[in-house]
Antibody, heavy 124, light 107 residues
């Protein structure tokens, strides 16, 4: 069974830092792009960042550029999101998701499956 | 950035109804359009990819259509388990963007 499990969320003060982790199982992790997608409480979905299979390419939404860093460790089947200079507007559930998940079809970046999410709250 | 606009933002329907949700892109995205279902407290689930391809395991009452800027998700006969929020997402270019969501509620 394909599974993604996030951890590392919590309450942090504005300006603080947090590192999220996502451990994958049930598929060959090193064969897939991976993404982080967030959802503020009661709001819609916002893509945050994604990373190529070998980590050589990374892209971010403008709102987090220069503050967040996506990385991966294929030996540990793990995806990370290092978040610095956190703001109140970063408060959200953060999901990791397998990206470009449909093998053999040119779909662009789509997300399947998703983890259960980890809540990040930025507040003083 | 490509803006994705869904309509309606919410709707009320009965079991057995045919439901249609629309998604409009601010630029031509060819067919790089995906649909997700999200139930309260749960992660989203992929339903339809590249506008009209049904993801494995998704019931055939779900279908998608459209191209370029205008897309539609249709549920042919609404079932109790379909009450949820639906999102479209363009996969044409980064930043990847989602529509604002359509909440399907019980009438």
């Amino acid at each position: 069974e394909v599974q993604l499990v996030e951890s590392g969320g919590g309450l942090v003060q504005p300006g603080g830092s947090l590192r999220l982790s996502c451990v994958a199982s049930g598929f060959i992790f090193s064969n897939y792009w991976m993404s982080w997608v967030r959802q503020a409480p009661g709001k819609g979905l916002e893509w945050v960042a994604h990373i190529k299979e070998d980590g050589s390419e990374k892209k971010y939404v403008d709102a987090v550029k220069g503050r967040f860093t996506i990385s991966r460790d294929n030996g540990k089947n793990a995806l990370y999101l290092e978040m610095n200079s956190l703001r109140a507007e970063d408060t959200a559930v953060y999901y990791c998701a397998r990206d470009k998940a449909i093998v053999g079809v040119n779909t662009g970046s789509l997300f399947d499956p998703w983890g259960q999410g980890t809540l990040v709250s930025v507040s003083s | 950035d490509i803006q994705m606009t869904q309509s309606p933002s919410s709707l009320s329907a009965s079991v057995g109804d045919r439901v249609t949700i629309t998604c409009r892109a601010s630029h031509n995205i060819i067919n790089y359009l995906n649909w997700y279902q999200q139930k309260p407290g749960k992660a989203p689930k992929l339903l339809i990819y590249v506008a009209s391809s049904l993801q494995s395991g998704v019931p055939s009452r779900f279908s998608g259509s459209g191209s370029e800027t205008d897309f539609t998700l249709t549920i042919s006969s609404l079932q109790p388990e379909d009450f949820a929020t639906y999102y479209c997402q363009q996969s044409y270019m980064t930043p990847l963007t989602f529509g604002g969501g359509t909440k399907v509620e019980i009438k």
